[in-house]
């Protein structure tokens, strides 16, 4: 009986061991997500938006190339070079994600060289144009950035734009999740055998999940309403914030509820 009691115990204390070995393990792992995705929110406020910025700034402040300059000369003034060309071919392909719009170009001569242009958009121009017609093309940096033709304008998909919320949006989304890995991690690693309620159900799940939809839900209205990059950064906290509160104070009242009845189920009938 002594044997077998404390082949038992042996056995069992390795499992817990080996249980709470995991539990660091996966803390460890979270807090190097947590710090890529860090590192990933820091340059999308330090490079990507500034440098998308200054890119549209600049390409705003362009003026138009004097008559007859040369590529070189162009590419020199950072202006805008316009040039005509004939279409020859116009393409939309459904990837299944998104529709690609692609129409292409042949200049002037018989030696010129076809360019392809993309446009996330079928309107204005795209769906006006067909093989043989004459377009005007404005190019900047190397780009082909916008088409015309009767009057009618569209940018294509190389055209900077000032779109930078949604890529802010993605900046602060990262910085949550950052946040949150970070805890869950360092809690892991800190007290493996009490993580509650610093764990995957229900808090862990409904966190990540607001984040991924508040950021994403938050980018994708402020670039269709065109708002400045810098309200999501307060959008998208407060957002979150307000949603886990609801689901917090829902659960804590069901919580609550659920033991009510329990206390009601257990307490012993009177006799009469």
């Known amino acids: 009986m002594a044997e077998r009691a404390w082949a038992t115990g042996g056995r069992k204390g390795s499992t817990d061991r080996k249980s709470v070995s995991r539990v660091r393990l996966t803390g460890m792992a979270l807090i190097v997500l947590a710090l890529t995705a860090a590192v990933l929110s820091y340059l999308a406020f330090t490079v990507w938006v500034p440098d998308r910025q200054e890119r549209y700034e600049q390409y705003r402040a362009a003026e138009p190339c004097p008559a007859q300059a040369a590529p070189r000369e162009a590419a020199a003034e950072d202006c805008l070079v316009t040039g005509h060309f004939t279409v020859t071919k116009t393409e939309s392909t459904f990837t299944g994600k998104v529709t690609v719009r692609e129409a292409t ?61 949604g ?17 869950f991690g360092v809690v892991r690693l800190a007290r493996p055998t009490a993580c ?17 939809c508040v950021g994403v839900g938050v ?51 009177s006799s009469r």
């Open 167 to 183: 890529n802010a949006a993605l900046g602060v989304l990262l910085a949550l999740l950052a946040a949150q890995s970070l805890v």
């Open 105 to 165: 170009l042949r200049g002037q001569g018989d030696g010129s060289r076809q360019t392809v242009v993309r446009f996330s958009d079928s309107g204005p121009l795209f769906d006006r144009l067909h093989r043989g017609d004459e377009v005007t093309a404005t190019g900047w940096r190397g780009d082909v950035v916008a088409l015309s033709k009767d009057g009618v304008r569209q940018n294509t998909s190389d055209a900077p734009r000032d779109e930078h919320s």
């Open 196 to 212: 509650a309620p610093f764990v995957w159900e229900p808090y862990g799940r409904w966190l990540a999940f607001t984040d991924i």
């Open 219 to 269: 980018g994708a209205v402020s670039v269709w309403l065109d708002l400045p990059w810098w309200t999501v950064l307060v959008t998208v906290p407060v957002l979150v914030g307000a949603v886990m509160a609801r689901l917090l104070s829902g659960r804590r009242r069901a919580a609550a509820a659920s033991a009510k009845a329990r206390r009601h189920q257990d307490a012993p009938v």
